[in-house]
């Protein structure tokens, strides 16, 4: 079955088309226009070396839970779409 991630802009990316999934530390701009400083955020780069923001964080542990969140989605094949949004840091 197809894996498809909605990233934190609402874009859908199959995770076929995924090279890695890291965790980095930087500032955030969000569609508003707010700059958030320091945070995590769990990042895609894609067949065409496209960046895909997966999910951002306050620290570094909760942007780890999700990478392992993400991870143990995909070892069980049980759902088409995963949505960090939904499951992130609220």
């Known amino acids: ?4 991630i909605v990233t934190l802009e609402r874009n859908l990316v199959n995770y076929e088309n995924i ?6 530390q930087g500032d955030y701009s969000g569609d ?3 700059v958030t400083s320091n945070v995590y955020g769990l990042i895609a780069i894609d067949v065409g070396n496209n960046m895909h923001v ?6 570094k542990s909760k942007a780890a839970a999700a990478e392992n969140k993400l ?10 779409v995963y949505d960090l949004e939904s499951k992130g840091d609220e």
């Open 71 to 80: 991870r143990k989605w995909l070892d069980c094949e049980a759902f088409g």
């Open 32 to 34: 508003n226009g707010e």
């Open 54 to 59: 997966l999910g951002v964080y306050k620290d």
């Open 1 to 4: 079955m197809a894996k498809t």
């Open 19 to 24: 090279v890695y999934i890291s965790i980095e």
